[in-house]
């Protein structure tokens, strides 16, 4: 069990590296790599546990240049959003909407699964990151959940 559980933390720490890497590659800074590498991430969850999904994006990227901070938080955020949906949701279907308006960058993720009470600590902390990382780039998060009736997250951020 402990081997087993070094070897967890390890995946654990070489992921986090793989995305700090690609975070500071400013090859990476178009708005088109961040919806690539997004769904690159979410795509193998989703199709693991048998989630039925939908991802839209804008189907010609605008050359948008992304700050790196930018654009490390909102991977980060969409990371905890749809590890949250795979592990905890129970949902069948999930979608990602991304769409970039006027400068100003929206993410929706969103899940018909159990849902849970938004008001409720329940003692994690990843809720609280994705609150605190939207601030930081000066966004707008809004988390929409109920028992039964699925979650809906939805990150707002100008560019």
Known sequence: EIIREIGANARNMLESMEDIIWSVIPSNDAFRNLILHLREYAIPLFELKNIGFKITAPETAPPLSIPMEIRRNVFLIAKEAVNN?????????AVIDLSLLHSVFRMRIEDNGKGFDVE????????????????????????????????????????
């Open 85 to 93: 949906l795979v592990k905890y949701s129970g949902c069948t279907s």
């Open 120 to 159: 409720k600590d329940c003692g994690r902390n990843g809720l609280r990151n994705m609150k605190y990382r939207a601030k930081k780039m000066g966004g707008k998060i809004d988390i929409h959940s109920s028992p039964g009736k699925g979650t809906c997250i939805v990150l707002s951020v100008k560019i």
